[in-house]
């Protein structure tokens, strides 16, 4: 699997360190809170609940570059709009790998 | 310009922020989880030249919020979904539609259009109703109305205006064909028009009332625009129709 990297937080920040904690700060505090969201949804088995957090979490992963994942993602929140779950391991596997990442950056 | 950044996540929000400082015409006025609050300061705020917008949000949707708000100002919507760019056409306000995660060259490409059309609409404001010599010998109300846009004087043709609306120093005249945007007051071009066939129902609106289509409690619908009417200009209006 693509690792995910600050390419994209650094193109922004153009240097603006400040801005670069920021936002890496927000994202550890928002991250946890969304996966929670969307196993808790995946457990109730509501599909709307989990479009929507599929969604916002798929903006997560294009910030760190993991550009495969994204079409991953993309697909997934497809099927969950047909009430179903392809691409669920993967789309799970992507979440694994970028809780790890942030506890290193 | 003034500006507002909508969206509920915080990090598209920071996103934005952060590209709205390299630009220096923008100035962010304010930043909202949802658009319930974002309506909320707009009410109070009039000075808003364009919003950030998110499409995917939870209660309003971006789409609903645009339909919710009466003279919105410019949209550019940011959202995940590409999906969405076909419906954003239906929306005047709309001027551009960026994909996340949003990078800086495509960032200042919508900015750009925005700042044309703002531009574009301010030029059109043609308008200066001059005060020429035909004001000075105080000229008959008759069927034109001259105004001037871009150092030339335009004819307008009186009866074809059907709605007039105050918008600050400017005020916005709707013809069967054509919108101008003339820097001038809403109590010049009253004296400049008809009696029989304008009316003021509200302080920022004069309407043409032989094109009302219906009127519904405190409003009137003149062809497609739904306009005010205060409370105390509605018995006059309603004396002025021909009722059965």
């Known amino acids: ?105 | 310009m003034n500006c507002i950044i909508i969206d509920d996540e915080a990090t598209a929000r920071l996103v934005i922020r952060q590209l709205c400082k390299q630009v220096d015409s923008l100035n962010i006025v304010g930043e909202f989880p949802d658009a319930i609050e974002a309506i909320k300061f707009l009410n109070q705020q009039e000075e808003v030249d364009l919003i950030f917008l998110d499409i995917h949000m939870p209660g309003l949707t971006g789409f609903d919020f645009i339909q919710t708000i009466k003279n919105p100002p410019k949209v550019v919507l940011t959202t995940s979904d590409p999906q969405f760019a076909i419906d954003a056409f239906e929306y005047e306000c709309i001027v551009d539609y960026i994909v996340k995660p949003i990078v800086l060259p495509r960032f200042l490409k919508a900015v750009q259009k925005v700042e044309n059309l703002i531009s574009v609409d301010v030029k059109e404001k043609p308008i200066v109703v001059q005060k020429t010599e035909v004001e000075k010998e105080n000229a008959p109300k008759g069927n034109d109305l001259y105004v001037n846009i871009d150092r030339r004087l335009v004819k307008i043709d009186i009866p074809s205006i059907y709605l007039i609306e105050a918008k600050g120093d400017y005020i916005q005249i709707k013809t069967d064909s054509k919108s101008y945007v003339v820097h001038s007051t809403l109590k010049k071009i009253e004296d400049k028009l008809p009696d029989d066939l304008f009316f003021k129902v509200h302080r920022s609106y004069i309407i043409n009332t032989t094109m009302i289509v219906d009127i519904e409690d405190n409003s009137v619908l003149i062809k497609k625009d739904v306009v005010p009417v205060s409370r105390s200009n509605k018995p006059e209006l309603i004396r002025r129709l021909n009722l059965l």
Do not use: C, R, W
């Not at chain 1, 570059?65 to 497809?78: N, P």
């Open chain 1, 1 to 105: 699997m693509e690792s995910p990297n600050l390419n994209y937080i650094k193109e922004l920040s153009g240097g603006d360190t400040a801005f670069e904690e920021q936002i890496i700060n927000i994202i550890k505090d928002e991250f946890p809170k969304e996966k929670e969201t969307y196993f808790s949804s995946v457990n109730a088995e509501d599909f709307n609940a989990l479009v929507e957090i599929v969604h916002k979490l798929k903006h997560k992963i294009s910030i760190f570059g993991l550009t495969k994942t994204y079409e991953i993602a993309v697909s997934y929140e497809s099927s969950l709009k047909d009430n179903k779950m392809d691409f669920k391991k993967e789309f799970e596997d992507a979440l694994v790998v970028i809780t790890s990442y942030l506890e290193t950056i």
